[in-house]
């Protein structure tokens, strides 16, 4: 019999986008993803369709090996010839699969006021923002840096992550399509304060038959609030 020699096609014939596993979608049909030579002219013989491709990866890049396997040969001609049973070249290619993330609406970012705009809470998947389009079971997570549209101790406030980056395993496999995470999902609570009589401070009346007090509360002169932000206006009102 003739030893025939079969060839993959390239110019991105063998192409998917990124589903998380390495299945060839496109089968063996001749002329169109594969050629054969050495045939006799007129001779009808082929590779039989049962056989299925694999890429040597999931992940998504060009020039990709596929191989396949158990390449076995049919048609009225096909006793007449012998051919390998794998079939393999670096023809494939992988693209990568859109992807996007939203915060989730029943989520709470929230701190202590801190005087600041930043968020100190990181973003976790599952708990305040989701995926839509990753494949189950991928490493795959996201940073940001995170603020809120004020530095004012409120509930429901507007919380907006941007400079979004993947993270994971499996992140090159990715296309990030959003580029900003924004929801009303944001709380400052409001931080407890103490007061303090400034040490050596004297509250001095001449006597007048009453027990009240007639210095005024002046800040940083009798009295101080030792944990107030550093820079806010904040004072005592008796």
């Not at 012998?82 to 079939?87: F, G, M, Q, R, V």
């Not at 290619?93 to 992807?99: A, G, H, N, P, V």
Request: charged fraction near 20%.
């Amino acid at each position: 019999p003739i030893v025939l020699t079969a060839t993959l096609t390239g110019d991105n014939v063998f192409t998917k986008e990124y589903d998380g596993d390495t299945t060839v979608d496109q089968g063996l049909t001749l002329g169109s993803t594969y050629t054969l030579d050495k045939v006799v002219s007129n001779d009808t013989v082929s590779i039989a369709t049962n056989t299925s491709g694999s890429y040597n990866n999931k992940n998504a890049g060009n020039g990709k090996t596929i191989s396949y396997t158990g390449i076995a040969l049919t048609g009225a001609d096909a006793g007449n010839y012998t051919i390998a049973d794998t079939l393999s070249a670096d023809v494939g290619k992988i693209t990568q699969k859109d992807l996007t993330a939203a915060l989730i609406d029943t989520s709470s970012i929230s701190k202590t006021y801190d005087g600041t705009d930043k968020v100190t809470t990181a973003l976790t998947k599952g708990t305040n923002y989701q995926f839509t389009g990753m494949v189950d079971g991928d490493a795959l997570n996201l940073t940001g840096t995170g603020k809120y549209t004020d530095k004012n101790a409120g509930n429901d406030k507007t919380v907006s992550f941007t400079g979004l980056v993947l993270t994971g395993d499996d992140a090159g496999n990715y296309n990030l399509k959003t580029e900003t995470l924004s929801g009303n999902v944001g709380k400052i609570n409001q931080k407890t304060i103490a007061a303090e009589l400034k040490s050596g401070s004297i509250f001095a009346k001449e006597y007048d038959g009453t027990d009240v007090v007639t210095t005024a509360l002046v800040k940083y002169t009798n009295y101080v609030l030792p944990n107030m932000i550093s820079g806010d206006d904040l004072s005592l009102d008796t």
